[in-house]
């Protein structure tokens, strides 16, 4: 769940924030549609589960949408594309679908007897316990009463 934490939360969330800033919450909410897209071929590959045509079928539809919402935003408002973001919305995505197989592999290594809040709250753990210490060393922990 550890793991988890670090890649899901720490991982996902830093670039998922650096997306925001780059190319807006619109387009890197778009981009992680693909999070589920990513968690099942990983799941297809670490765990042998079986992708089904169903399955198959929901990843294209999705990465059909995602594309059709980007080249309909690109005729009706031309503007230049942030690559930069769009990266950074992608590796969030990926690291959200790697958090959500390895959440995965915990519950069936726990037999199902994980609890969920627990789960939760050591994924927040181990992601507050790698921020904080690395926001202050970066010198880019600011006071949360000056930020709100």
């Known amino acids: 769940m550890s793991l988890s934490g670090l890649i ?27 999070s589920p897209a990513f968690a099942v071929i990983l799941t297809f590959f670490l765990l042998k589960e079986k992708l089904n045509l169903i399955s198959i079928l929901g990843i294209i539809i999705t990465i059909t949408g995602i594309l059709l919402v980007f080249y309909d935003r690109n ?19 990926i690291g959200q679908g790697i958090g959500l197989v390895l959440a995965k ?7 199902n007897s994980l609890n969920e809040f627990f789960a939760t709250s050591v994924r927040l753990l181990v992601s507050f316990f790698i921020l904080l210490p ?15």
């Open 8 to 34: 899901g939360l720490t991982f996902g969330d830093s670039f998922l924030f650096l997306a925001y800033k780059k190319i807006g919450a619109r387009v890197s909410m778009l981009v992680m549609y693909l």
């Open 75 to 93: 005729i009706n408002r031309p503007e230049k594309i942030n690559y930069t973001g769009l990266f950074f919305a992608l590796l969030a995505s």
């Open 134 to 148: 690395t926001s202050i060393l970066m010198r880019k922990l600011k006071n949360p009463i000056e930020v709100f």
């Open 105 to 111: 592999i915990a519950f069936l290594h726990s037999d």
